[in-house]
């Protein structure tokens, strides 16, 4: 049995998603507006770019607020630091 400890992959960063996200959200747009696209692939592409956009809003937003807490963890820290 191979070892699943090597196959694992780093997370993905803030950056590295919106790439992702921006040419899926291309590929779907351009699936939407074909002249020769079925109504059905038309649903399911309007469908993809809605969970696309919620889940690139929910991993913004998350972002923020890990960067924003971090900054209150160090300011708490810094004024919390007795002076010697």
Same mark, same amino acid.
Request: hydrophobic residues 40%; proline residues 4%.
């Given at each position: 049995? $191979? %070892? &699943?400890?090597?196959?694992?992959?780093?997370?993905?960063? *803030?950056?590295?998603?919106?790439?992702?996200?921006?040419?899926?959200? $291309? /590929? *779907?747009?351009?699936?939407?507006?074909?002249? %020769?696209?079925? =109504?059905?692939?038309?649903? &399911?592409?309007?469908?993809? =770019?809605?969970? +696309? +956009?919620? $889940?690139?809003?929910? =991993?913004? /937003?998350?972002? %923020?607020? /890990?960067? &924003?807490?971090?900054?209150?963890?160090? *300011?708490? /820290?810094?004024?919390? &630091?007795?002076?010697?």
């Amino acid at each position: 049995m $191979a %070892d &699943r400890r090597k196959n694992k992959r780093k997370p993905f960063t *803030l950056h590295k998603a919106q790439l992702i996200g921006t040419n899926a959200l $291309a /590929e *779907l747009e351009r699936i939407l507006v074909h002249p %020769d696209t079925g =109504i059905n692939e038309r649903i &399911r592409a309007a469908n993809g =770019i809605a969970s +696309l +956009l919620n $889940a690139y809003s929910r =991993i913004t /937003e998350t972002a %923020d607020i /890990e960067k &924003r807490l971090t900054a209150l963890e160090v *300011l708490h /820290e810094n004024r919390t &630091r007795k002076v010697p």
